[in-house]
């Protein structure tokens, strides 16, 4: 097996000189910013009903669908992955009137199946969303089931959107109830105690110039007017009530949360992706019709996240005066004078989530970006620690009720797919809900956490991960991983594909970047707006740290990022195209001029500021993917994937970056090296490992892609560890 892999490393890559990309016709589109003209030459591909870019996107696929199945080693990995996938693997369960509600897959079913388990009876199957479509691109994105066990609040997405219709299911019969819900994007639900009926948020119909709701047009369309409804079981959604709206400010995000008791909804507000919030408050049971709306939190500049209540007083985690958060209580009886009330304070690890369940207050913090959970009583004092299995991370999601002593939650590591677990809060014992059976031996994989330099100085955290008896002698292929933005931690996680690289002998390595939420509020805004090259140096220097400490060389280092990490790998390849062996985009936001005007994307800017604004301008065009690009230039072989139906981050950041990549690549002084664009057909932002809803052949069929591109063309001669450095 060492020769064969030692054979496999230096083997030549294939040549792509001879690669004829498709035709990428430069329109005359020039946008004037501030005084400054910048073309647009593919505004065309934004436009994804036009039959150009139809034609684009299945000539791009013809051209690289081929090479990648090609390349030598992706036979091998498409069976080793395929393997390593067949494992029985199960979601954290909700539990609701003595009942569990999870879903489990057998191992190669496109989507998990949902079960429900009385007790500790044998699970009975209540919905399999592979029977809701023949290509299994039909997923379940959501359920909830009322408190009284009778009611299941389902959603199902297609073809990678996230655009959600729900439906509900008498759980006892199986059957569906009538009324259909649609019109729904990033919403919450919240049932009232006597499961009548729930909260959630849905958008108004599209313009009747957009045609069906399931057009492209209507998929794509811009948000705007979320609201805030009632559904009462068994009644048409033209029936809902209108419960709240904020019509002078059509892009702020709205949800609903009963109190435990139902006598009280909080009402959240959020202006972007960040957690920044305003809270309001409805007595539910007041004589006032419409019952009068409170102000707890009326600005932006505070996150609060409702946790759970007790009574009137109801517990938030918040970052007001804590940037590494906080808990606080307030009394819901005298909202005329909201008075917050400090109950657990900010430690020196960082609050990710916080749960009220069993009468006691559950929380989830980071240390140097490794979970750590510890419960409290509801005065604030400490009630000892849930032990967990070893440096790994908890899913952000606590599952429990106030008047249950279980929580549940999901457990995972580099070497350790999710678990779910069950803690017993009355004593706090830790014991797993399902034990998994696996392909592999995880005692065979070692997970070390270091600490490095970034350029200027900031020391950050990155996780190194490889099979047992690996020796640093420079002569491993390392694949480096990052995300670094909206407040989002990188722990811990397992990845299938990471663990197939690493029995092929890799180093698998994820950096905890600036703009992330490893070390709360401060670190996160120093990779954002003007801060954002911050995450750039600090991916560039995990590279030389690997390099330095001879886990790999140049240009054996491959880089992927999916989403905001997309955008990063984009960067990292046009200001260092000399350090990569390869580099995978997935879904990557590319063009830092537009992405607030598709979908979405105006949420973002509280991230990335925004090039309406002339200072925003000015650093967003510094580093934006799609802008910097310059010929001349040789760049590394490089994969941009996407989903033609990714209605977050818009399939024409790719398209856009690759037809710009590619004229480069392929004019005076460019390289020989690839560029090629995956467009994956009814697909959307959704994630590797079956995240997202993809069904599990398309992840496969998407990893091995992926993976085989970045070990064949990682196998380059080593560069002595000093001569590549880019130390200032």
């Excluded at 994007?185 to 849905?202: H, L, M, P, T």
């Excluded at 606080?328 to 009220?356: C, R």
């Excluded at 994937?641 to 209605?647: E, S």
């Amino acid at each position: 097996m060492r020769f064969f892999l030692l054979a496999a490393a230096l083997s030549a890559p294939l040549a792509a000189a001879a690669l004829d990309y498709p035709a990428s016709p430069r329109g005359p589109v020039i946008d004037v910013y501030h005084g400054t003209q910048v073309a647009d030459p593919y505004r065309w591909l934004e436009d994804l009903d036009a039959p150009q870019t139809l034609a684009w996107e299945q000539a791009q696929n013809a051209l690289t669908l081929p090479f990648l199945a090609a390349l030598p080693e992706h036979a091998p990995i498409e069976k080793r992955l395929t393997t390593l996938w067949n494992y029985e693997r199960f979601d954290v369960p909700v539990k609701a009137a003595g009942s569990y509600f999870y879903t489990r897959n057998d191992g190669l079913q496109n989507q998990a199946v949902l079960y429900v388990q009385k007790g500790k009876e044998a699970p009975r199957e209540l919905l399999d969303p592979n029977r809701l479509s023949k290509d299994g691109t039909v997923a379940l994105t959501e359920f909830e089931p009322s408190p009284d066990g009778r009611w299941l609040m389902y959603a199902t997405a297609s073809a990678g959107s996230d655009w959600n219709e729900f439906r509900l299911r008498d759980i006892a019969s199986g059957q569906d109830s009538a009324e259909t819900l649609q019109r729904i994007k990033f919403s919450d639900v919240s049932w009232n105690a006597d499961s009548s009926g729930f909260y959630y948020s849905r958008y108004p119909d599209p313009p009747a110039a957009l045609g069906d709701k399931s057009s492209n047009r209507a998929v794509f369309d811009g948000l705007a007017d979320q609201k805030l409804y009632y559904h009462k079981v068994g009644t048409p959604q033209a029936e809902d009530q209108l419960v709240f709206e904020e019509p002078a400010h059509p892009k702020w995000f709205v949800a609903g949360q009963v109190t435990h008791d139902s006598r009280y909804l909080i009402i959240t507000m959020r202006e972007g992706s960040g957690d920044k919030s305003r809270v309001y408050l409805r007595d539910l049971q007041s004589d006032q019709n419409p019952a009068k709306t409170y102000r707890l939190a009326d600005s932006f500049d505070d996150s609060f996240e409702f946790i759970g209540s007790n009574g009137s007083t109801a517990y938030f985690m918040t970052d007001r005066e804590a940037p590494r958060k906080r808990i606080v209580s307030i009394d819901l009886s005298k909202p005329e004078a909201p008075e917050w009330k400090a109950v657990v304070a900010q430690s020196t690890d960082t609050m990710v989530s916080a749960k009220l369940a069993g009468g006691k207050i559950v929380v989830l913090s980071l240390h140097d970006a490794v979970s750590r959970l510890n419960t409290y009583t509801l005065a604030g004092k400490p009630a000892g620690e849930l032990k967990l299995p070893g440096l790994g991370a908890v899913t952000e999601v606590l599952k429990g009720s106030e008047d249950d002593a279980e929580l549940l939650f999901g457990y995972s590591s580099f070497n350790q797919p999710q678990t779910p677990y069950i803690a017993d809060l009355k004593t706090n014992r830790v014991s797993a809900f399902r034990t998994l059976r696996l392909a592999f031996e995880p005692k065979d994989y070692v997970t070390e956490q270091v600490f490095y330099p970034s350029k200027d100085g900031t020391r950050i955290p990155m996780f190194i991960s490889y099979k047992k008896g690996f020796k640093r002698d420079s002569r491993a292929r390392a694949w480096l991983h990052g995300y670094g933005g909206f407040d989002i931690a990188k722990t811990p996680a397992f990845d299938v594909s990471a663990l197939a690289w690493m029995e092929r002998g890799g180093v698998f390595a994820v950096a905890n970047l600036r703009g992330g939420g490893e070390y709360g509020e401060d670190w996160h805004q120093a990779g954002t707006k003007e801060r954002k090259q911050n995450v750039f140096d600090d991916f560039v220097a995990a590279a030389e740290y690997l390099v330095k400490k001879e886990y790999t060389a140049y240009p054996r280092i491959a880089i992927w990022g999916r989403s905001n990490g997309g955008l990063l790998v984009g960067a990292s390849v046009n200001q260092h195209p000399e350090l990569w062996g390869a580099a995978v985009a997935t879904v990557g936001v590319m063009d830092m001029l537009r992405f607030h005007k598709f979908t979405v994307g105006y949420a973002w800017v509280g991230d990335y500021g925004s090039s309406d604004d002339a200072d925003g301008f000015a650093y967003l065009v510094r580093y934006s993917p799609l802008h910097t690009v310059q010929t001349g230039v040789k760049y590394p072989p490089t994969l941009i994937t996407t989903g033609d139906h990714d209605d977050r981050v818009h399939p024409a950041h790719s398209f856009k970056y690759a037809a710009t990549l590619q004229a480069a690549q392929s004019g005076e002084g460019g390289g020989d090296a690839p560029i090629l664009i995956r467009i994956d057909e009814r697909a959307g932002h959704g994630g590797g490992n079956g995240g997202g809803g993809k069904p599990v052949s398309k992840v496969i069929a998407e990893e091995t892609d992926k993976l085989a591109f970045m070990w064949h063309y990682t196998a380059g001669d080593a560069q002595s560890p000093s001569s590549a450095l880019i130390t200032p």
